[in-house]
């Protein structure tokens, strides 16, 4: 593009656009006498060199028609707009206690408003038992699929590689003292108890808290869920139930599949490394761990499956207009039900070890 | 082609699967004047937008926009023609996550090497010219109504001071004095900046209000071209109830032809 050169004191020449704003600007600034600027050879003005030769305050000539109409369109924008200065509000002593109330505050009135959501589909859930027809099926079974059916081979990996490292680095330990044969003990426990359910429980946070909140989440900035209150269908029934009942009854069987591969992974390594044979693998299980072990951990299934639906399908309804809230309450979503699922399998540990089971 | 073409499309054809939404498609849009599309609906408008700006590869055809034969031009001069023009989505298409003043300085930013504050300048320029207020830079989009978002886009369309605008549907959904507002904006920036529009549309009133030329949509391609006037005398079955129906005859009276 040619340059826009001044020819004599202050003519200009060539385009005065935003791309040779810098340019022009440069040829003009330093110069501010209040002699007229002369524009006759100009050969493309646009919005931002009018700017520009509006804001220098020099009289222009030699403009011809349209580009006296665009400079006093420019103008009157520039004047009618007006200039909305803003400035960093300065920090002050008081601000950081007031953030600090503020983040309390909205601590507090977010656990309000989750208890209210958890007693509102407690409502729910208690009309629909009471009509077993008003409960959706199809989307029941959907979920259970979605949710339920398409984890089985990655909750079953992980299970079964769980049990597999556990039998390596117990076999390590163990073999120290001799007493290769207790590491059945050790798999069946830590994997019947605890990790099995716990580490199903946050895949599918991670799997299904994310796509719960996502797909109601998107509902609620199409506007769908203001569709169905308007033709009085209640989003709770039909979002919220399906998905909750669904992993109510699919994460209890993910814990069973977890705990088979868990004890599979660990007993082939027990195997290969110790040379416990599935046989006597069999026999210690039975003779030292008792049903209640894997009772145990099951029990807890359901409890982390209302977790997870619930801080999901929560997180979905509080999505915004905007694409950024859709993802800030997606990655929340995720966050609260893996810290919640861990902190509630803490208090059952207490809870268990105090009631000595 | 005549020297004033500022964009040329030649035999364009647009598939998806079976359904042939343009067979062999050419139409001229020439260098400072506002071409109003119409078309039933269906009948391939937002297409043909998608087509010219580059969202979309025909499945045939060539597009010449300013001097650049878009489909098959390298990437860099893709960008180049493209920097040349601006569109405006239908319902603004404004980036959620920025503020109006931001989505207005993205092109700039992205674009041109600009300082800040000429680039903060600009902008407020754009958000002035587009008849918003001033106030409305520090809002973000899910705050504005659904005129206000419709100025923006047309703000952020203007960013980069395009030689072509590509407006789609600018009207839809405006109360009609907002929308009889927009078309007079539309007018004045025309006027001042020497801006070519390509304007996809469904909006008699606007049609009567801004375009110098109507082009219909109809049957894959395009089936007449010409000025209002014209289009009453058109024989085919839908330009005729489109130009003929009660909503037109208002218009057109008026308008008086």
Redesign the interface.
Known sequence: MAEAIPVSPLTLSGPV???T??EVRQRIGPAATGAPVDISAVTRL???GA?LLG?TGRPVTGADD?QL??MR??QD??L?????E?RAAPHRAGDIPAAVGMAVDRFLAGTAQSLGFVGLVMARLAGTLAHPRRLRLTALAHHMQEAGLNAVPIVALMGFLIGVVLAFQGAAQLRQFGAEVFVVDLIAVSILRELGILLTAIIVAGRSASAFTAAIGSMKMREEIDAMRVLGLDPIELLVLPRLLALVIVLPILGLVADLAGLFGGGLMAWIELGISPSQFRTQLLASIGATQALVGVSKAPVFAVIIALVGCQQGLQV?????SLGMRTSRAVVIAIFLVIVVDALFSVFFALWGV | MRSDTIIAIRGLTNRFGKTIVHENLSLDVLRGEVLGVVGASGSGKSVLLRSIVGLMTPSAGEITMLGTDVLRASATERAAASARTGVMFQDGALF??LTVRENIEAP?RER???DPE?RR??A??????VGLP??A??L???ALSGGMRKRAGLARA?S??PEILFLDEPTAGLDPISASDFDSLLN??R????LTVFLVTHDLDTLQATCDRIAVLADRRVLVTGTLAQMRNVEDPWVHSYFHGPRAHAVLVKAGC
């Not at chain 1, 009618?80 to 909305?84: E, L, N, P, W």
């Not at chain 1, 915004?320 to 950024?324: L, S």
């Not at chain 2, 407020?124 to 010219?129: A, K």
């Open positions: 656009t935003l791309a704003l810098d646009d919005t931002a700017w804001s349209a109409m665009l369109k420019v924008a520039v009618s707009g007006g200039a909305v803003q915004k207009g905007d694409a950024e | 959620s996550a700039m041109m090497a600009i000429t300048a600009l407020d320029l754009r958000i002035s010219l001033p106030e830079g520090d973000f989009p899910a203007l980069l001071d004045s920036l006027a001042a900046l020497g």
